[in-house]
């Protein structure tokens, strides 16, 4: 032990481990995206954040990709942070944005300017009354650097924070004085690929580095989830003793061995294994439902197939396939004790679109039927048959309900493996794809089906010469106002052809890793958004402030909007 992992209490004045201060986790049968286990870290690194934030001091935090930084923070501004003793729930308002290599000084400024209010002359503060407002500033060494070497957009966060303040855009020459502001910032290691912060803005900031969490927080954080999840009053004692003994150390040992072996090289980039990947499969194994998971065996067989799903399914050479098909046989082998037959036994695929009623209970036949409504139930593959036929039925009914668009698709072996793994990505809260595969192998049509099958409506670009970044960005608004206000499942799909410039790339980029696009909608349209998710959470929100349910607007946007993107090999894609 050393002085690092004690503090200092504030009213006893007693040297208490951190370790004492770290709440216990309970859980509930919430969304996975919406759990978040307390650590020794992140209770350290958020009470070191608020006794900076109280001093009106900006503070950065610096790590590798998977470190728990955006969520530090995140969760840090979402409890309402104590900026001051008399501080009230209203004195502290809160907003975040993304950067990115297309992030300018005028789309900084912009984004500012929509966060506040006049209070007097030429003096702006926080919209909505707020004293102080925290702005989240998410991978803030990004924006890209000039032939000179400068960051123009850093160079206009630093004079706002040394100035407080900023010139006019649209009157030349005025000078806008904005006060109570407070930053928060987050940015990955610098190093040949990622940039670094200009340091006259750096200084400005107190640093606090991360690392990714050790063996033992690893261990608390899944370790808890997993417990929680299989009780022994949900599942039968084998399984449930199996997935909180057994489930977390088979994967951390295939996911330390695929860090070790899969490295990324120049043609394998994406070949990065980080804790995002971890949390997938634990996601994904907390698909499983008591009514399908009666035995030990079929819970390391959903452990297999989600294992597949996360790491194999990132894997572009057959050599790489055999060796983590061969490791995690071995796993099961050396771990689980399971013997060649047995493991010959396990199924191989789980999928959630077996069950498809063909009549009703009074035995008509049902004709037009919701399958948004239809049971999804997690539960393995035995007889492909079957399969095969299920599948051909869903395309069945889709060709009669489309019939300007109808598929004609041979449902062979590989293309139902694909199908099912783009259906259990369309099927997780915030599930993205990328398909990659030349032209004809099936990439778009798949996509069209498995939204069918997930109940959800498929969005593609009407991409014409003329279409550029303000009819993507109108498009965009559309799809806020269905999957956010509206509360509707939309699969918005994307082809080489609809990517007709870089900028696309930014957009999506920032949708996807925040879902708020800085400067989407104007003030009038955001107040209008709201006005709807209020009519629609008047029973659910824990507030009435209209921050409040723009939050929860991003989260619907994030759950409910799945992008898709279908792109083939060569040197546009690269």
Known sequence: LTLFDYSLHETTHEWVAWTQRVPRFT?????????????????????????????????????????????????????????????????????????????????????????????????????????????????????EVNRWGDQETSELLRQLIEEEGFYNLDKPGEWISITGLQFLGAMPQPNGDQNDLPERLKRHFVMIGLSVPSDSNIDLIFGSILRGFFTADRFPSEVANAAKTQLLPLTLDIWSKARKTLLPTPGKSHYIFNLRELSRVVQGIMQASPENITKASTLYALWRHECARVF????????????????????????????????????????????????????????????????????????????????????????????????????????????????????????????????????????????????????????????????????????YRTTGALGQPVTFMLTDNDLKQDAFLDYLNQLLSSGEIPNLFAKDERDMLVAEMKAVLKDESSSESSENYWIQLIDRVRDNLHVVLCLSPGPKFQ
């Open 312 to 479: 194999e399914d990132k894997l572009t050479t057959a050599e790489d396939h055999e060796w983590l098909e061969a490791e995690l046989m071995k796993t099961l082998a050396s771990v689980a004790k399971f013997t060649g037959p047995q493991l010959a036994e396990l199924p191989e695929y789980f999928t959630d679109f077996l069950r498809i009623p063909t009549h009703d209970d009074a035995g008509e036949e049902l004709v037009n039927i919701d399958l948004r409504t239809l049971p999804k139930m997690y539960e393995p593959v035995v007889d492909w048959a079957f399969l095969k036929e299920m599948c051909e039925r869903y395309m069945s009914i889709y060709n009669e309900r489309f019939v300007l668009k109808k598929l004609d698709l041979v449902m062979f072996e590989d293309a139902i493996k694909q199908l099912m793994r783009i259906t259990r990505i369309l099927r997780t809260p915030r599930g993205n794809a990328l398909l990659v595969g030349v032209g004809g192998s099936g990439k778009q049509s798949l996509t069209k089906l498995a939204s069918f099958i997930s109940g959800y409506s498929t969005v593609q670009l009407a991409v014409t010469k003329s279409y550029g970044v303000p009819n993507l960005l109108e498009d965009l608004k559309r799809l």
């Open 27 to 143: 859980y509930s049968h919430q969304e996975y995206t919406k759990l978040v286990v307390p650590t020794v870290d992140t209770v350290r690194t958020q009470f070191l954040m608020d006794l900076i934030v109280r001093q009106h001091k900006s503070v950065l935090l610096v790590g590798e990709s998977g470190s728990s930084k955006s969520v530090t923070i995140r969760n840090y501004l979402q409890n309402k942070p104590t900026v001051a003793s008399s501080a009230t729930a209203k004195s502290f308002s809160t907003r975040g944005m993304t950067f990115s290599a297309a992030t300018t000084p005028q789309v900084l400024q912009r984004f500012v300017e929509a966060s506040i209010e006049k209070r007097q002359g030429r003096t702006y503060g926080p919209a909505g009354g707020a004293s102080t407002m925290g702005i989240f500033l998410d991978d803030i060494s990004t924006p």
